[in-house]
């Protein structure tokens, strides 16, 4: 056997099916953003169950691009959806789609629950994130389930592509006090995703997730394994009593003072003990600093590449980049 035919052989999965997308769970795969968001949930489930959570799933929100494809994802995936017991079940509109979203946060404040939480996903085109501040501003204020967490799509449309106008849903979040991730590629949309939810579980918090053209449409090998990540829990932050999440009875102000006391501060701390911003290349002498987020952060490590500076040449004359992935409210 030849040198190149050996090379082959080491990267060649020979029992790789198109199922594997949505059933292998570990190693690698070749996944398009939107499959990323339909197998979030399956590896979140993966997580709950590896911790001796009895936890549910449920989805829904109103199409839009760059996901207007996610529900006929959705629908095939069906019964791998089923088998992690998430249920799908879209909106007629966005909000009302939200309002569904926010009931599943409700269940265990009454006795009789099925499940220890449901964690939800909500989804929107941005001039959907503008019609549905109202449901947002009032659920996130009551507060997601301890084992529930609530992430928030938000299908963004910079360029006016297939939009009446441009829109970006990042201050549509920030007015509604809700911590947002910001994915660079598909391997971030699975990482960031588990992360936004366990966000969400610790700060009571619905989280914002920002999805554009260039990373849902875009495709590439990802690793799976839902265990990966080692999700930190902050040690610097004090939760106050009773916490942050959901609870009846609950009176307005007392979520008022919760949310804007203390739930911002449990985010930041939840960021730092998770390096979500991180510096990615140092330089103690920098003069100059990059920060940089989403989609650019990969568009300006490829500038930098262009102009032959990485992580090692970096450290001695060029400039200190960060790396922010979350732009917490």
Not at 165 to 173: C, W
Not at 282 to 308: C, F, H, M, N, W
Not at 315 to 327: A, I, K, S
Request: charged letters at 20%.
């Amino acid at each position: 056997m030849t040198l190149a035919a050996n090379r082959v052989s080491a990267i060649v999965d020979p029992d790789y099916t198109l199922e594997h997308k949505y059933t292998r769970e570990q190693g690698r795969i070749f996944l398009s953003g939107v499959q990323a968001l339909v197998r979030l949930p399956i590896m979140q489930q993966m997580r709950d169950r590896a911790a001796k959570l009895n936890t549910a799933g449920f989805i829904s929100g109103y199409r839009g691009s760059p996901l207007g494809g996610f529900d006929l994802e959705l629908w095939k995936a069906k019964k791998h959806l089923a088998g992690a017991n998430v249920k799908f079940t879209p909106g007629l509109n966005e909000d009302l789609g939200a309002t569904m979203v926010w009931g599943s946060q409700q269940p265990n404040l009454f006795q009789g629950a099925n499940y220890d939480g449901v964690f939800s996903m909500w989804y929107g085109k941005g001039p959907g994130v503008d019609r549905t501040g109202d449901v947002f501003k009032h659920a996130n204020a009551a507060g997601t389930s301890k084992f529930g967490g609530v992430l928030a799509l938000a299908a963004d449309d910079h360029a006016c592509r297939s939009s009446t106008l441009p829109h970006g849903s990042e201050h549509e979040f920030v007015s509604a006090y809700m911590p947002i991730l910001n994915p660079a590629g598909v391997q971030d949309i699975l990482d960031m995703g588990l992360l936004g939810w366990a966000m969400s579980r610790y700060t009571g918090r619905w989280v914002g997730f920002k999805t554009i053209a260039e990373t849902v449409e875009s495709s590439g090998s990802v690793d799976v394994n839902p265990h990966q990540l080692d999700i930190i829990l902050p040690e610097d932050f004090t939760m106050p009593v009773g916490g942050l999440n959901i609870r009846w009875p609950d009176p307005p102000l007392d979520q008022e003072m919760r949310l804007h006391q203390y739930a911002t501060q449990a985010a930041f701390a939840f960021a730092r003990a998770n390096r979500i911003d991180k510096v990615v290349i140092d330089a103690p002498k920098a003069r100059l600093g990059i920060v940089t987020t989403g989609k650019s952060y990969l568009d300006v490590l490829q500038a930098l590449e262009y102009l032959g500076i990485d992580q090692e040449a970096g450290r001695d004359r060029h400039p200190r980049l960060q790396g922010r992935h979350d732009l917490a409210a």
